[in-house]
């Protein structure tokens, strides 16, 4: 994240962070908001944009005490800008650098980020930042797989021809082991449903707790209804 936000200050980049608009965008508005504490001179300007995300930092704000960096976060949500108009919209569309904003979603399946990316998409001196897991078929996971033209919800074909980080260090999806754990103290005969993940991954994980004595363990299929009644 330093060498990101460096980067951003330094080549007077226009940063877009897909985020998710609860935890996600918080974490990452407080990681760069001590950042800029300690190192003031690469200090950028940083926005938010997203109904959500802002209703969220709200929670955040007010729950501060709850957290483990009360201090840093309650002072980051504070200082953050957020986009709430049309006009303050109009007003950072082709701004240049050094310039960080973050924007939903996390795997570009919707949201406003999907403006930022249309707006920004000709300009080689921006930076898409997607921080964390991409799922299969989603825009985020093409961009990570290094393809530059995909199309949103309507059909619109974007061509970004800015630069793509992608890290999953900011992601927040259990593996396999924590999962494992997490279902360690549940009776084996227990019906667990596998429905969040890839079909590989989830058809892996089946096999893997059916080999630990787990032993109704259900895929489910679309359309298909299924009873746990006997």
């Known amino acids: 994240m330093n ?5 951003v200050f330094k080549e007077n980049k226009v940063a877009i962070i897909a985020s998710f608009a609860v935890a996600r965008a918080q974490l990452l ?3 760069i908001y001590r950042f800029f504490e300690r190192h003031p001179e690469y200090k950028s300007r940083l926005v938010i944009d997203g109904p959500m995300m802002k209703e969220a930092n709200k929670i955040y704000k007010e729950y501060a005490k709850e957290t483990n960096l009360s201090h840093d976060v309650y002072e980051a949500i504070d200082e953050v800008d957020s986009i709430d108009s049309l006009g303050e919209w109009n007003s950072l569309k082709k701004k240049h650098g050094p310039l960080i904003i973050i924007s939903s979603s996390g795997m570009i399946t919707g949201g406003r980020i999907w ?3 249309k707006n920004w998409q000709d300009d080689k001196n921006t930076l898409l930042f997607l921080p964390g897991f991409q799922a299969e078929g989603t825009a985020g996971r093409s961009l990570s797989e290094g ?7 309507n059909g619109e074909l974007i061509n970004w021809r800015g630069e793509i980080l992608h890290s999953e260090a900011f992601s927040s ?3 396999q082991s924590e999962l494992i754990d997490w279902v360690s ?3 084996k005969e227990t019906h667990i449903f596998l429905i969040h993940g890839e079909e590989k991954s989830k058809i892996d994980f089946k096999n893997k ?3 630990l004595g787990y032993k109704n363990i259900v895929i489910p299929t679309r359309g298909l209804f299924f009873s746990t009644n006997t």
Do not use: M, N
């Open 29 to 31: 508005i407080t990681l």
């Open 115 to 117: 403006r930022h990316l």
């Open 173 to 175: 999806h259990a593996d």
């Open 147 to 153: 393809h530059r033209e995909f199309a949103d919800s």
């Open 185 to 187: 103290d549940i009776s």
């Open 209 to 211: 707790l059916q080999e």
């Open 3 to 7: 060498s990101f936000l460096v980067k």
